[in-house]
């Protein structure tokens, strides 16, 4: 069990690589290198929760792949059982799933990123969420219990904040959505301190205090 929380991914970490079978055939996570990715796990096909977060997923998913965003699904159900589920969930809810979705049967993939918390479940994914960048960096992940549906919104919106972030080389605040105001990184010493006041309506920010000051990006 130590062994296998010293192995999870941490924010900023290279994410490990691996091969598996899914609905579009073989896939190997560094084919996806280049692009953002969302990995994502669910505890079972034919679950109420996971069927109303796939039909999320997809229902967003035009404007994950604007965003050069892979989204990517895993549970430890066979490929036959995804596939079943997915054409059930095309036929009784007119939704189709465009991404492919891991059969990880061995619990390979699951292992190699701590999807499986033994006091939820041993045979069974928490609802675990991923979010590798195209270097293949793990930027930010989130874990959800089985009983709570995810938010993907919420996940998108992250994408959003994280390639915010990259582009203009600032961050974000709390409930932060495209186009609302950014803060600029605080200064480090004293001088720049007092140098950020001095000129913060020449720059056209919005400050609080020398340590809080946000600006509007450009549209």
Request: with cysteine; hydrophobic share 40%; net charge neutral.
């Amino acid at each position: 069990m130590e062994a296998e929380k010293r192995s999870l991914p941490m924010i900023g970490d290279v994410v490990p690589d691996f091969e598996a079978l899914t609905t579009h055939g073989k896939i190997r996570l560094s084919d996806f290198k280049g692009k953002w990715v969302v990995l994502f796990s669910h505890p079972a096909d034919f679950t109420p929760v996971c069927t109303t977060e796939f039909v999320a997923f997809a229902k967003l998913y035009p404007e994950f792949a604007k965003r050069n965003v892979q989204l990517i699904g895993l549970s430890v159900d066979s490929v036959f059982s995804h596939i079943d589920w997915i054409r059930s969930i095309r036929e009784k809810l007119g939704v189709d799933i465009p991404f492919p979705v891991i059969a990880d049967l061995d619990m390979k993939v699951a292992s190699l990123f701590g999807m499986i918390h033994p006091k939820q479940s041993t045979t069974a994914t928490v609802r675990a969420v991923f979010v590798i960048d195209p270097e293949m960096k793990l930027r930010a992940l989130l874990y959800y219990p089985m009983s709570a549906g995810r938010n993907v919104d919420e996940i998108l919106r992250l994408i959003d904040a994280l390639q915010t972030s990259d582009k203009y080389g600032v961050v974000t605040p709390a409930n932060w959505r495209p186009g609302d105001p950014v803060i600029v990184p605080p200064p480090t010493t004293r001088e720049m301190a007092e140098e950020r006041l001095r000129e913060a309506a020449e720059k056209g920010y919005e400050c609080v205090d020398w340590y809080l000051c946000k600006k509007r990006l450009p549209e």
